[in-house]
């Protein structure tokens, strides 16, 4: 079988990062990856990217945001 | 069962049976996340503060018709995302694109534009609050479907199916935007975070 190239191995890295990929083609895809820089390097962003939009809480509900919200509640409760 | 889940069912429990108060307490829990998925998927704050009205209005008024055979959050969510296309359609971003025709034998071609590994983790190079920025920044360089598919999937960590099934889009298209979507994420990332990142941070901590 020959080789996995960088453009497969980008084809495959949603499939490969979400543990999707058939075993045996992690097993080329890891191989590809010993020996091939740039793409150990596009598999690690590319996970560490998923991480970081996972891992991040999200920002404080904006004050004004909040009041509305709070206010729109005491209205329709107070009908 | 984890106690704040157990918590949350007599929340909702009480929500059910007319207290108001524990709705709104339940809401809470949850407002700000339902805030960011709203202003990632209308990609605009007057929208955003929308969907959270909108679906906060609604998830009180079918609070009954909860089963509780998923969690509340998700149930939430459901109702927000559906206010949030409404948004997106009203504006006519919401529609069928050439990504949307799976083509044979072309996965998902994207090239990678930077290929940088990463230097210090971006959680201790940067405070929480520029990490928001940054990441609520680059999300809006998707295209309005893709970063919903994008929010739900690896933000929201709904599966490829049920993000789908939420979407009303087939698994291969949610799949190939998705590929598409993390690996421009990644490239919009390495700019701020590469060990040679071009990008400013917002206040520099560099």
Redesign the interface.
């Known amino acids: 079988m020959p080789a996995m190239r960088c453009r497969q191995v980008?084809?495959?890295?949603?499939?490969y990062?979400?543990g999707e990929l058939d075993p045996e083609l992690v097993q080329e895809l890891e191989r590809h990856l010993e020996h091939c820089e740039?793409c150990r390097?596009?598999v690690?962003?590319?996970h560490?990217?998923?991480e970081?939009?996972?891992?991040?809480?999200?920002?404080?509900?904006?004050e004004d945001?909040?009041e509305?919200?709070?206010q729109?509640?005491t209205e329709?409760?107070h009908k | 069962m984890p106690s704040h889940l157990d918590n949350e069912q007599s929340m909702v429990a009480a929500a059910q049976a007319g207290d108001s108060d524990a709705f709104v307490a339940l809401l809470n829990q949850y407002s700000r996340r339902i805030y960011r998925l709203g202003l990632s998927i209308t990609g605009n704050r007057q929208d955003a503060e929308d969907v959270l009205q909108e679906a906060s209005l609604k998830a009180y008024s079918a609070i009954a018709d909860f089963r509780g055979d998923s969690r509340f959050y998700t149930w939430l969510v459901s109702i927000a995302v559906n206010e949030a296309l409404g948004k997106l359609r009203k504006r006519a971003l919401w529609k069928e694109s050439s990504l949307d025709q799976p083509r044979e034998n072309d996965e998902g071609s994207y090239i990678p534009l930077e290929i940088e590994s990463w230097g210090e983790d971006p959680e201790k190079a940067c405070l929480t609050h520029e990490l928001q920025q940054i990441l609520a920044e680059v999300i809006q360089k998707l295209d309005p479907k893709s970063r919903t598919i994008f929010t739900l999937r690896d933000v929201e960590k709904f599966s490829i199916e049920e993000t789908a099934k939420l979407l009303g889009l087939t698994i291969p298209v949610v799949k190939t935007r998705l590929f598409r979507a993390r690996l421009k994420l990644r490239d919009e990332l390495t700019r701020y975070f590469g060990k040679d990142a071009r990008n400013a941070m917002p206040t520099s901590r560099r």
């Open positions: 980008v084809d495959k890295i949603s499939e990062l979400d740039d390097i596009v690690d962003t590319t560490k990217t998923v970081i939009f996972y891992r991040t809480e999200p920002a404080a509900l904006p945001v909040r509305r919200l709070n729109m509640f329709r409760f």
